[in-house]
């Protein structure tokens, strides 16, 4: 159990490879009605729509094509975070999404329908996203050490396993005094990284 935040493929966004699609649209976990919505508020925009998704891959540790994390540690600190160095629309565009996709977009897109936790799916551009999360990551020192994939908890792992802290006690700095906000700078920066190398979606899970 848990919050995940998981990429999608080309079958899922079409609603092709979901073996019981109206249960999970009843719960908001079903992605085709998300996809239609999009693309309608795309074309309102006079941008082209969201097709050219990759098919899911077979699973490689590493390869980096797929991404899953799971939204463990508290974010108290990373909400500190945001506030001292990012306008409160800025936090928004950052952390206030629940699709990332890989369009630049100005401004986040508000969908009636509904996903995994809200009534609503809040569309926001990994570009725009991106930026933001390499200022966070300036200015936490994050290292190059954190892991450059994510298909399968590596972040979630190396945060909480150990393996960041014994790098703290060797790399001192902003990131390694609250590992937790440097978690979800690493889960930020990654996601969106992923997405436009990838040019696969991520939502919550």
């Not at 729509?49 to 899953?68: C, K």
């Not at 290292?143 to 802290?165: C, I, Y």
């Not at 609250?178 to 990284?193: C, E, I, N, S």
């Amino acid at each position: 159990m848990g919050i995940y935040l998981v990429s999608i493929s080309a079958g899922e966004w079409s609603g092709e490879d979901d073996d019981e699609d109206e249960d999970e649209e009843e719960e908001g976990t079903g992605y085709g009605p998300r996809a239609a919505a999009l693309n309608d508020a795309l074309r309102a925009r006079g941008l082209p729509p969201f097709t050219s998704l990759p098919e899911e891959a077979p699973f490689v540790r590493g390869s980096g094509l797929a991404f899953e994390e799971k939204l463990v540690p508290p974010m108290d600190g990373f909400v500190a975070l945001c506030e001292a160095h990012l306008s409160p629309a800025e936090t928004e565009v950052l952390c206030g999404w629940t699709l990332l996709v890989p369009i630049s977009l100005d401004e986040e897109i508000s969908l009636p329908v509904a996903s995994a936790y809200t009534d609503e799916t809040m569309v926001a551009g990994a570009p725009q996203v991106l930026a933001l999360a390499e200022r966070l990551a300036e200015a936490v020192g994050l290292p190059s050490a954190v892991p450059a994939t994510s298909d399968n908890l590596e972040l979630t792992t190396w945060f909480r396993d150990g393996a960041a802290k014994d790098l703290a006690a060797t790399r001192p700095g902003p990131w390694a005094d609250d590992l937790d906000t440097a978690f979800y700078v690493a889960l930020y920066l990654r996601a969106a990284q992923f997405v436009l190398r990838r040019g696969s979606p991520v939502a919550y899970s």
